[in-house]
């Protein structure tokens, strides 16, 4: 598929591991299995002549293994706001049809994409802050909170630099103080990894 798009904006990805997510280094997942979400909030975007600003994207995950053994199931979520235009935009865009080495690696290790839901979600997104908090009625919650200094209690910012990165280059790790899964995938994994970052992805990959 031949089309321009672009989609800049807030990311966030919570998953079963222990914080320091181990697929950015190429490591094991810590319980051998990864489940969890991502999600988006798309600040400024288009699909050739269709524009996506403003609107949120979201996925819950699970696989039951190392990412690169495959075997992955997906359920994508689109904003209830979208029109049909924009859902099938950004469905294409998840689907790793519409290129982008991030979103094709994803395409390629899952086996199953289960029916794409349109609901509204809630998303809120601090980076400052560490905070970030994204909700789906009845499917989906998690909240990112700081990481805590055990001495001082103070706020503990790590900042992971990936000058090669394909998902993001610089996210800042927090911890899931909510990860869970409600819907057609299930999960519940508290005190887990958080990551968040402001990322800027185009049908070429990911943009600095």
Not at 135 to 159: A, M, Q, S
Not at 195 to 208: D, E, F, I, P, R
Request: hydrophobic letters at 35%; charged letters at 20%.
């Amino acid at each position: 598929m031949s089309v321009q798009w672009q989609m800049k904006g807030e990311y966030i990805k919570n998953c079963s591991c222990a914080p320091g997510c181990p697929c950015d280094f190429w490591s094991p997942p810590t319980h051998h299995k990864c489940e969890g979400m991502i999600g988006m909030r798309i600040r400024e975007g288009y699909f050739d002549s269709t524009r996506l600003d403003g609107l949120i994207w979201a996925a819950t995950y699970h696989w039951p293994g190392p990412l690169h053994e495959g075997n992955g199931t997906l359920q994508p979520f689109v904003s209830d706001k979208a029109t049909e235009a924009q859902r099938n935009a950004l469905l294409t865009i998840l689907s790793g049809k519409a290129g982008n080495a991030w979103f094709e690696v994803v395409a390629s290790v899952v086996s199953k994409v289960l029916t794409p839901q349109f609901e509204p979600i809630e998303f809120e997104f601090d980076l400052a802050k560490l905070h970030a908090r994204v909700r789906i009625p009845g499917v989906l919650e998690t909240i990112t909170e700081p990481i805590t200094n055990l001495v001082t209690g103070e706020t503990h910012r790590i900042l992971v630099n990936m000058p090669n990165g394909m998902e993001y280059f610089q996210p800042e790790t927090a911890m899931s103080k909510v990860l869970r899964g409600t819907g057609e995938i299930r999960f519940d994994c508290p005190g887990a990894h958080s990551s968040l970052a402001l990322v800027h992805h185009t049908h070429k990959g990911l943009q600095a």
